[in-house]
């Protein structure tokens, strides 16, 4: 049976994971307070829903323990994201995956009962993107085994496009989770962001589609 997912918390950082998940064909619960962030990702996910997932009762109504892996992606508010976590825990979540503002916050979400914990804002570098979407990095995104992750130099034909000029999703059904440049990396790009020369684009499709993207250059 193919894993559920949960993520909660719809910033840049979790609507990345959940938006990559449901790409590829996962179930996926997206929860958020904001009915703005909901709106915006409800036609990417196959559930979106406003909630206060500090509230036990409201995670135990949408059955939140039925999900193989819950991603606590929750931005700036510390507290909330070590409530919410409490409570999955104690709610019998098997699987809890949390995003930490730093690393006293990390020991803290390790305490309360994460499983793994993911530092998007200080892990610069391709290791951010594999956490979204590299089953040997977090765990909890089983690619099949005809999917993989590449990552592509930016080819002269490459350099400054937009993403949308390139429209690599519409062209060979992969898709671009990440730029990297120099020391620098973009995990959620934007369609209008500009490719330039030296940037390094992590993908994630079909091997055969990966393939034919490369080759084509």
Partial sequence: ??????????????????????????DVMAI????????DNINHVTHAVQADTTDEAALKELGIRNFDVVVVAIGQDIQASILTTLVLKELGVKNIVVKAQNERHGQVLYRVGANRVVF????????????????????????????????????????????????????????????????????APKAEDIIKKGDLLVLIGHNDDLAKLEAEG
């Avoid at 049976?1 to 996962?26: D, P, W």
């Avoid at 958020?32 to 909901?38: G, L």
């Avoid at 062209?171 to 990440?178: D, E, L, P, S, T």
């Fill in 120 to 187: 998007p804002e200080r892990d610069m570098g391709v290791r951010v993107a594999h956490n979204l979407i590299s089953p040997n990095v977090l765990d909890f995104i089983e690619l099949a085994e005809d999917y993989s992750v590449a990552e592509v130099m930016a080819t002269e034909k490459m350099i400054g496009k937009s993403l949308m000029d390139l429209n690599i999703r519409a062209r060979y059904g992969a898709n671009v989770v990440a730029i990297k440049s120099g020391e620098k990396i973009n995990i």
């Fill in 32 to 39: 958020d307070s904001s009915e703005e962030r909901i709106e």
């Fill in 1 to 26: 049976m193919a894993k559920q997912f949960a993520v909660i918390g719809l910033g840049r950082f979790g609507s990345s994971v959940a938006r990559t998940l449901y790409e590829q064909g996962y």
